[in-house]
């Protein structure tokens, strides 16, 4: 790892990173892409060569983190695990520079002529796909068609690529992509977990402030519990993902899918218990919770909706 | 694999990977046949096999880790403990017949016994040549334990203690009573908390078991009826029962049987095996829900492993866990208690025309889905423990 190399701390970019996080959030898209870029937050991951500061995931996992609980609609972790895999090539300087925004279509192929589930792909200019053959390609976005599908979220809708026109950037052979899949996943338990986090601590404090039968709500034993109980999933995730950053005890690397499929439903859990404790006003798009919802929601509908668990079953039944 | 016989122990010096080597090919080498809970040779083991394998564990150099050389441990890290209690997690061996003693009484006595009391108890806590049982609930204090009774006075040099415990584990084997009484009054809740060391062969205890669900009868009532101890027997200065006990629960949430989640691990691969070993059993495998929840089992025990090492590390680093021990508690009990309804459910199928594996499994994992609804229970209720996240962790309001 590089960890160490430059007696840097993981927790101290997440702290960065919420000021240029918030930063972003006032501005547009492109906007976004300028402030987060020169905070270092695309490169963070990309080599030197590319502009980038060359440091391992860890250091991104914060970041994420803190977009996820900020509910930054921003394809960053996409961004800086592309900028990373796409290693010297001009076009990871790009990305690091925030000249462009790239986005990954969790399922799919190129051989398939269609993918889907990838963030923003409106708004970026390239697409990474898997290729079909284990690889992935970087696709030029005007070459591709998009269909949306607004039903979980109309302001930000997923996306369906047709990809028959695809017009092809860059390529990344079977061990990058491998690793990129890999570091995805950790990247998206973060960001969930992270949008987890948010949502709980907006919730203690609302019911900390909110009086009702003459005592703070909090107060309630049945609310503490359940804030208790969300805290508690909330940290055996974060607990799973810092776990998984290491080898394990024989120097292999671990796997990641158990990681990510427990993050997702973990923090689906406290998001909608967060929804649930605003009362009426959870209801609502008066407060941004449904965003965050919405948000991993749309992460676990890419891993098939709890098929990821399923997988992790299957995978454990045949290691035995 | 190759397994030595006797392998030799590592330098200290050596570090955490070496000790794991060890343990694994020493444990893996040593362990009696027939103790393998998951194997159709295992018999329940008798309390002096499970003592002398333990004690042999000791001898070996896997036990008292972090203990002084001075009281019997090794002067290692807990990272040592760590990767040791990974290795006895990933054995289907019978649970520790000494845990009260090695993990609460023993940590308890290096931090508030005296000179003495450290020579006297701690050698013989590690080679299991004295038991001890945990004498902190009563009838009517079990979760709100500043309600306990159980009253000592003080006689010149001696103590007269007068009152009744109730849940403790081991009392019928136990030779000391790690025992919680108070110096005055309940109005004087947390105050006045005064704990001792107490044979258990003095004059006046009495020791009456309770069955429990599993059929056991693994805990007990105990009368203190004019016991009488020297001041010697008292650990700690008067008034520092309260911290003393306070510390020892947060040790037990935090870190006692560190291993647990390895065994879990252990536990599902057992169950898996099981249901793999008879062709009716193994078409429940090819069930989309089964495997989620298999998966999600999985998801859980990494989750507490990520818990565990994580408290390890925070620890190495000189940070006191304090109520964190809470997050870890609530995590491995309600998780296991998941996984064993799972397991139920899937053992429920087995007949007499099963598998004989999948027949051990069915003894195994029934009466292991009823022993784990004590995991929520003991070392501090659910609720108990989610009050203290809210309060102590999230800094949340009170109830009046
Ligand atoms: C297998 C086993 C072994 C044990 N071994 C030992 C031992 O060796 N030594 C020892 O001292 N003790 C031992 N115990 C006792 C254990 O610590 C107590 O049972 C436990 O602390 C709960 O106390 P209680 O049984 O009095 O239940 P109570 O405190 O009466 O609680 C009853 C129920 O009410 C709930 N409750 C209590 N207070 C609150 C609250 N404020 N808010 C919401 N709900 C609440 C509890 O969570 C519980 O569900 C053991 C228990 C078991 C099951």
Same mark, same amino acid.
């Given at each position: 790892m590089s960890t160490t190399d430059h007696d840097l701390k993981p927790e101290e970019f997440g702290q960065a990173a919420a000021a240029a996080i918030t930063d972003a959030l006032a501005h547009d898209f492109r906007g976004a892409a300028q402030v987060l870029a020169s905070a270092g937050l695309c490169g963070v991951c990309a080599t030197e060569d590319a502009g980038g500061l060359a440091l391992d995931i860890a250091f991104a996992l914060p970041i994420v983190a803190e977009a996820g609980k900020l509910r930054l609609h921003w394809p960053?972790?996409?961004?800086?695990?592309?900028?990373?895999?796409?290693?010297?090539?001009?076009?990871?300087?790009?990305l690091v520079s925030g000249a462009r925004v790239a986005t990954w279509a969790l399922q799919g192929s190129l051989a398939e002529k269609?993918?889907?589930?990838?963030?923003?792909?409106?708004?970026?200019?390239?697409? *990474?796909?898997?290729?079909?053959?284990?690889?992935?390609?970087?696709? &030029?976005? #005007?070459? +591709?068609?998009?269909?949306? $599908? =607004?039903? *979980?979220?109309?302001?930000?809708?997923?996306?369906?690529?047709?990809? &028959?026109? #695809?017009? +092809?950037?860059?390529?990344? $052979? =079977?061990?990058?992509?491998?690793?990129?899949?890999?570091?995805?996943?950790?990247?998206?338990?973060?960001?969930?977990?992270?949008?987890?986090?948010?949502?709980?601590?907006?919730?203690?404090?609302?019911m900390a402030t909110r009086v009702q039968f003459g005592r703070p709500l909090s107060a309630k034993q049945a609310v503490r519990h359940l804030l208790a109980r969300m805290r508690l999933v909330q940290e055996a995730s974060n607990a799973g993902i810092e776990r998984v950053l290491a080898p394990d005890e024989y120097g292999s690397v671990r796997r990641t899918a158990p990681v990510l499929a427990h993050a997702l439903a973990n923090a689906a859990f406290v998001i909608e218990k967060a929804l649930h404790l605003h009362g009426g006003m959870g209801f609502t798009w008066e407060l941004p919770l449904h965003h965050a919802l919405r948000e991993v929601r749309k992460f676990d509908a890419a891993f098939g909706a709890g098929a990821l668990a399923r997988q992790n079953g299957r995978d454990f039944i045949q290691s035995v | 694999m190759h397994m030595e016989q006797n392998p030799t122990r590592p330098d200290p010096a050596?570090?955490?990977?070496?000790?794991?080597?060890?343990?694994?090919?020493?444990?893996?080498?040593?362990?009696?046949?027939?103790?393998?809970?998951?194997?159709?040779?295992?018999?329940?083991?008798?309390?002096?096999?499970?003592?002398?394998?333990?004690?042999s564990m000791y001898h070996a150099g896997l036990a008292g880790m972090t203990w002084p050389q001075a009281y019997g441990g090794l002067g290692l890290t807990l990272r040592e403990h760590l990767v040791v209690n990974k290795e006895v997690g990933a054995l289907a061996m019978p649970e520790s017949v000494s845990s009260i003693g090695k993990e609460l009484a023993g940590p308890i006595i290096q931090t508030v016994g005296t000179e003495e009391q450290k020579l006297q108890f701690l050698p013989r806590i590690l080679a299991i040549q004295d038991y001890w049982c945990q004498g902190f609930s009563e009838p009517d204090a079990g979760s709100d334990l500043a309600r306990l009774r159980t009253k000592a006075t003080q006689e010149g040099d001696s103590w007269?203690?007068?009152?009744?415990?109730?849940?403790?584990?081991?009392?019928?084997k136990a030779h000391y009573c790690l025992l919680l009484t108070r110096t005055g009054t309940v109005a004087d809740k947390h105050r006045g908390m005064l704990m001792f060391a107490v044979p258990m062969d003095t004059p006046g205890i009495r020791v009456v078991p309770i069955k429990s669900i599993d059929g056991k009868e693994s805990f007990a009532e105990v009368f203190f009826d004019n016991v009488v101890v020297p001041d010697s027997a008292r650990l700690g200065a008067p008034d520092e029962g309260w911290n003393a006990a306070i510390r020892v629960l947060s040790i037990e949430r935090a870190t006692n049987r560190m291993y647990r989640a390895w065994r879990f691990d252990s536990e599902l691969r057992q169950l898996v095996a099981a249901c793999k070993s008879d062709p009716e059993l193994a078409k429940l495998l090819d069930?989309?829900?089964?495997?989620?929840?298999?998966?999600?089992?999985v998801g859980e025990i990494d989750a507490l492993k990520g818990l565990v090492e994580r408290t390890v590390e925070q620890l190495m680093a000189g940070k006191s866990i304090g109520a964190r021990g809470s997050l870890t508690k609530l995590h491995w009990s309600e998780c296991h208690q998941a996984f064993m309804g799972l397991a139920l459910s899937l053992v429920s199928h087995v007949t007499p025309r099963s598998s004989a594996l999948a027949q051990r499994a069915k003894k195994h994992f029934t009466t292991a889905y009823l022993f784990a609804r004590a995991e929520t229970i003991y070392a501090g209720t659910t609720e108990v423990q989610l009050d203290i996240i809210a309060q102590r962790i999230m800094n949340l309001p009170k109830d009046l």
């Open positions: 960053l972790l996409e961004t800086v695990l592309i900028a990373k895999a796409l290693g010297d090539s001009p076009l990871a300087a790009e269609f993918a889907g589930h990838a963030r923003c792909a409106p708004d970026c200019d390239w697409v *990474l796909v898997a290729d079909g053959n284990g690889g992935a390609a970087l696709v &030029d976005r #005007a070459s +591709v068609e998009i269909q949306e $599908d =607004a039903a *979980l979220d109309p302001e930000h809708p997923q996306s369906w690529l047709a990809l &028959d026109k #695809a017009q +092809v950037l860059a390529t990344l $052979d =079977a061990e990058t992509f491998a690793t990129l899949q890999r570091e995805g996943q950790i990247l998206i338990a973060g960001y969930a977990n992270g949008a987890a986090e948010g949502a709980l601590s907006a919730t203690a404090e609302y | 050596a570090g955490p990977a070496a000790y794991r080597d060890y343990a694994r090919q020493w444990l893996r080498a040593h362990l009696p046949g027939h103790m393998h809970a998951d194997s159709l040779a295992y018999r329940t083991p008798t309390l002096d096999e499970c003592r002398d394998w333990e004690a007269r203690i007068n009152g009744q415990k109730i849940w403790t584990s081991g009392a019928a069930d989309g829900h089964t495997q989620r929840r298999i998966g999600e089992v």
